[in-house]
């Protein structure tokens, strides 16, 4: 018997009417509860902290994502063997892992070295000695997020640029354009509508791995929770309160990645018609 493949772009979106329609009643509930109200106030200072992480992380981890997608496509051995090294031991690092490492050890190493290297220059009076604490840990986490995530995110681009069909890329090699024009006009137009799905679900992914930085006492959305119901006692009307800012932030992105897949596909297929 034949399976068929469903298809849920025609289907009416029964599931986001439910979800906005649960949506809007918890924010009146949270409206005319003051207790929850109180919790909520208290909770959404840190949900700029949160995007700030989240969007100066993963730019980041995209550009030096890329940089090692093209490095481990390269014709070098050495810069293929260096892209599959740096690939393979980042992502057998848990991120968490990866946080306290450059919080605790990376941030004070990079201190040492720095103040040993500016020496003649301390001398000079020119520059001061930098101290740990100089490098905050706002930056220490958000640097821990993008070392973690570039290195899955090299692999969707990998995956994207190597399904671009080679005839094209060698018909362009033929027509005299460069390998950056080749690389601008050619491929990355045609693996962007590949690559962007994966890479939204990593864009996802981070905003809810960004509650990690709590760990390190940065005032996110997750630490401005941690923060009140320690003092409250309110643990389960503050967790709620911060678990549904992160769905409305997580299914907000989601279905703007989706809109946008959608109109790529749709401008590709035009594209092709014509």
């Not at 509860?33 to 959404?44: C, E, G, P, R």
């Not at 892992?97 to 020119?126: D, K, M, R």
């Not at 080749?182 to 509650?211: C, E, H, W, Y």
């Amino acid at each position: 018997m034949a399976i068929s493949r469903p298809s849920s772009d025609g289907d009416f979106p029964y599931w986001l009417v439910a979800a906005a329609v649960i949506a809007l009643a918890v924010a009146i509930f949270i409206a005319t509860n003051s207790l929850y109200l109180q919790v909520f106030t208290v909770v959404k200072k840190g949900v700029g902290i949160t995007i700030f992480v989240t969007i100066v992380g993963f730019t980041f981890a995209s550009a030096i994502g890329l940089m090692f997608a093209v490095m481990g496509l390269s014709r070098s051995l050495i810069l293929r063997q260096i892209a599959r090294f740096y690939v393979e031991i980042i992502r057998g690092v848990p991120i968490i892992v990866l946080l306290f490492y450059v919080a605790f050890v990376g941030a004070p190493g990079f201190v040492l070295a720095w103040n040993w290297l500016t020496i003649p220059l301390q001398e000079a009076g020119l520059v001061d000695p930098l101290k740990v604490r100089d490098i905050s840990l706002m930056w220490r986490a958000i640097i821990s997020l993008t070392i973690g995530y570039s290195a899955f995110i090299s692999e969707v681009f990998r995956a994207g640029i190597l399904s671009v069909d080679e005839g094209q890329i060698e018909a362009a090699e033929a027509l005299g354009l460069s390998r950056w024009q080749r690389f601008r006009l050619i491929v990355m137009p045609q693996a962007l509508r590949t690559i962007l799905p994966p890479l939204g679900n990593d864009f996802v992914a981070m905003v809810k791995d960004s509650s990690l930085v709590s760990v390190l006492g940065v005032a996110d959305l997750t630490q401005m929770g941690k923060v009140y119901a320690s003092g409250s006692f309110r643990f389960f009307e503050t967790y709620s309160i911060v678990a549904y800012i992160y769905l409305l932030l997580t299914v907000g992105l989601s279905l703007a990645l989706r809109a946008l897949e959608r109109r790529l596909r749709h401008a590709g297929n035009n594209g092709a018609s014509d």
